[in-house]
């Protein structure tokens, strides 16, 4: 019941479509806003049922399962070398400190 922050990111990585069904705390909400960030917001579920069909279309159907995996390979940048979060934080700790 926590979040899927490192894994997301390491399947993502080698390009490993994911399913997640986000709370409403953050810590459940990071895997879904990877998926955003990468335009792949049908892998977001609300409820068991979506999430059991979306798990298995993504396991069950291979060129689905391909069709994400470019998807992700086509936006990993987005995702993995987008320097504006990192000067975001620096921006942040840097007014904190004045």
């Known amino acids: 019941h926590f979040s ?10 080698v ?11 953050l810590r459940g909400r990071q895997s879904m806003a990877m998926l955003r960030i990468l335009g792949l917001e049908e892998l977001v579920v609300s409820g ?3 999430y059991v069909a979306m798990v298995a279309k993504v396991c069950l159907q291979p060129g689905y399962r391909s069709e994400l995996e470019q998807r992700i390979s086509a936006g990993s940048a987005r995702l993995f070398d987008d320097p504006e979060p990192v000067a975001s934080l620096a921006r942040q700790l840097l007014e904190r400190l004045r």
């Not at 899927?4 to 990585?13: F, V």
């Open 4 to 13: 899927g922050g490192n894994t997301s990111l390491d399947a993502l990585s």
């Open 15 to 25: 390009g490993l479509p994911i399913v997640t069904w986000p709370g409403e705390l």
């Open 48 to 50: 068991a049922d979506q």
